[in-house]
T-cell receptor, first 112, second 114 residues
Framework: SAVISQKPSRDICQRGTSLTIQCQVD?????MFWYRQQPGQSLTLIAT?????????ESGFVIDKFPISRPNLTFSTLTVSNMSPEDSSIYLC?????????FGEGSRLTVL | AQSVTQLGSHVSVSEGALVLLRCNYS??????LFWYVQYPNQGLQLLLK??????LVKGINGFEAEFKKSETSFHLTKPSAHMSDAAEYFC????????????FGKGTRLSVIA
């Protein structure tokens, strides 16, 4: 099973600032997926990151707000830009392996 | 495209009673189906998954689910509820490729009454 490390695990941020979340996987993977889980809600897919190409964003998410980098097959970053309190969520990096979806431990962001 | 509908945002059962959490899916390709559980302030844990083969899938903690293509359903059951089963349960669907993301339902909160 894939082991995924995310940093930071939690942070408290000020309105209008940006924060970059890092995701490291212990094996090479083609696709990495970024999800958001707002308080008391389900998981919503933000984007799919494929190494060597631009990320594919889901409806309601845009690159200017959530820029993603995927420099190699084991690493990705998600930036949450110009944050507002509505961005307070858990952000999860994930990969699929043998049909199963594995998650990082998540990055819990609180925006004041 | 895929989507999931979980019927009932909150289900309450008595300890020892049958647990039934409903999930219907929509998929334009043969689906892979999943149930995840999330305990308070914890991450998601895979309960069980259906990919191909036997339509009755057994998972951890005594849970099982049956894939019914004709009904586009993948309901989760457990014969006898335990207090420790109280959690949020998410049904998810993906296409039958290992490189596609999962689409999650809105979740069902299970409460178990002593």
């Amino acid at each position: 099973s894939a082991v995924i490390s995310q940093k930071p695990s939690r942070d408290i941020c000020q309105r209008g600032t940006s924060l970059t979340i890092q995701c490291q996987v212990d094996s090479q993977v083609t696709m990495m997926f970024w999800y958001r889980q707002q308080p008391g809600q389900s998981l919503t897919l933000i984007a799919t990151a494929n190494q060597g190409s631009e990320a594919t964003y889901e409806s309601g998410f845009v690159i200017d707000k959530f820029p993603i980098s995927r420099p190699n097959l084991t690493f990705s970053t998600l930036t949450v830009s110009n944050m507002s309190p509505e961005d307070s969520s858990i952000y999860l990096c994930s990969v699929r392996q043998d049909g199963e979806l594995f998650f990082g431990e998540g990055s819990r962001l609180t925006v004041l | 495209a895929q989507s999931v509908t979980q019927l009932g945002s909150h289900v309450s059962v008595s300890e020892g009673a049958l647990v039934l959490l409903r999930c219907n899916y929509s998929s334009s390709v043969p689906p892979y189906l999943f149930w995840y559980v999330q305990y308070p302030n914890q991450g998601l844990q895979l309960l069980l998954k259906y990919t191909t083969g036997a339509t009755l899938v057994k998972g951890i903690n005594g849970f099982e689910a049956e894939f019914k293509k004709s009904e586009t359903s993948f309901h989760l059951t457990k014969p006898s509820a335990h207090m420790s089963d109280a959690a949020e349960y998410f049904c998810a669907v993906s296409g039958n490729s290992g490189n596609t993301p999962l689409v999650f339902g809105k979740g069902t909160r299970l409460s178990v009454i002593a």
